[in-house]
């Protein structure tokens, strides 16, 4: 099967540069795995960029059969180069074009990546998160927050511009300074002192909920996954422990809750629900990544691998369960192990 990769590396291939750029991209060793995987199940692959020269790029790697049906897919990595919701850009050329494409939905990612949006849809449907406001300035009202706070930008991932505050005299600082640099608001939630642990999901009508993950923070004074961890640039790396160590009721808690995020943001595929245990041992969701990491060592093919899987069957399972939603069957050549159902 002809499968693209789509990836965002070159970031001039638009016509102007206009609103706010990207600051995260999937690294060209991870992009170049994910190939590799798609090639050793026989998939003939193309890498290309998602900028405004995809959609030609695609077509003539994979036009549409005589009947007018799609070729092939893409497998998306393209988190965007500018502007806002940048995850929903490349998938909304691909619905336009009418290419079948890996991962969420444009409107999936676009509740996924507002994490204010995302914790709205959450508290209404009756998942736990933690009480939270949104800020400009950081001398609205803070209500009943309770410090310590934990803020961040509105619509980043990879813990970029993460900050926990004691104090309400540091708030105006923290949250101009988010605004300045992201240009968009701050998220202010209360931070829920406890542990850390991740939910991977894979699959569509069916979930299956793959081993729960840990974040180990030892004895370290800043307990929170900070962009220095993720880029293992940190003196104090925390540990991923998988699976994690926690009773049947909690873990059945968890799954049941993540599964119940998963729904309500309008997820597919695969994605992952980040929770905090506080010490009662009442799970909150701190958010959701509909386009989860695939880094070696992130905590997604951290949890495929204990279930089982090798970086390349993960792939492949993947894109089988995309394909799967569209067409109703399996790639040919590529079975599906069963599921717990959701």
Same mark, same amino acid.
């Given at each position: 099967m002809r499968i693209a990769v789509v990836r965002n590396w070159d970031h001039t291939g638009v016509i102007n540069r206009f609103g706010q750029s990207c600051p995260e991209?999937?690294?060209?060793?991870?992009?170049?795995?994910?190939e590799a995987a798609l090639q050793e199940c026989g998939h003939e692959t193309l890498l290309c960029e998602g900028d405004k020269g995809l959609l030609a790029a695609l077509e003539r790697f994979m036009p549409p059969d005589p009947q007018g049906r799609p070729s092939g897919m893409v497998f998306n990595?393209?988190?965007?180069?500018?502007?806002?919701y940048r995850y929903t850009h490349v998938p909304a050329m691909l619905e336009m074009a009418g290419i079948p494409y890996i991962g969420s939905s444009p409107l999936g990612h676009a509740l996924a990546h507002d994490k204010a949006l995302t914790k709205r849809l959450l508290r209404d449907s009756g998942v736990p998160t933690p009480n939270f406001r949104v800020m400009r300035r950081g001398t609205e009202s803070t209500g009943d927050l309770r410090f310590p706070v934990v803020v961040k930008?509105?619509?980043e991932t990879m813990s970029l511009g993460l900050q926990l505050l004691e104090a309400p005299g540091q708030l105006k600082q923290?949250? &101009?300074? /988010?605004?300045?640099?992201?240009?968009?608001? !701050? #998220?202010?939630? &209360?931070? /829920?002192?406890?542990?850390?642990?991740?939910? !991977? #999901?894979?699959?569509?009508?069916?979930?299956?909920v793959l081993p729960l993950v840990e974040?180990?923070?030892?004895?370290?004074?800043?307990?929170?996954?900070?962009?220095?961890?993720?880029?293992?640039?940190s003196d104090e790396e925390p540990q991923a422990i998988c699976p994690a160590q926690i009773g049947s009721s909690l873990a059945k808690m968890l799954e049941d809750v993540a599964i119940a995020a998963f729904r309500v943001c309008q997820c597919r595929d695969f994605a992952r629900v980040d929770f905090r245990i506080d010490r009662?041992?009442?799970p909150f969701v701190l958010e959701i990544n509909s386009m989860p990491g695939l880094r070696t060592t992130s905590m997604y093919p951290v949890a495929a691998r204990t279930a089982g899987h090798s970086y390349s069957s993960m792939v492949n399972r993947i894109l089988d369960v995309a394909h799967v939603r569209y067409f109703g069957i399996c790639?040919?050549?590529q079975g599906s192990p069963p599921h717990r159902k959701a």
């Open positions: 991209e999937y690294d060209r060793e991870t992009v170049e795995k994910v990595t393209a988190q965007g180069i500018q502007g806002e930008p509105r619509q923290a949250v &101009e300074g /988010i605004v300045d640099q992201y240009g968009q608001d !701050a #998220l202010v939630e &209360e931070y /829920i002192e406890g542990r850390e642990i991740y939910v !991977a #999901l894979l699959g569509n009508e069916e979930l299956e974040q180990d923070f030892g004895d370290r004074k800043t307990r929170m996954f900070t962009w220095e961890d993720k880029m293992h640039i009662s041992g009442q790639i040919p050549g």
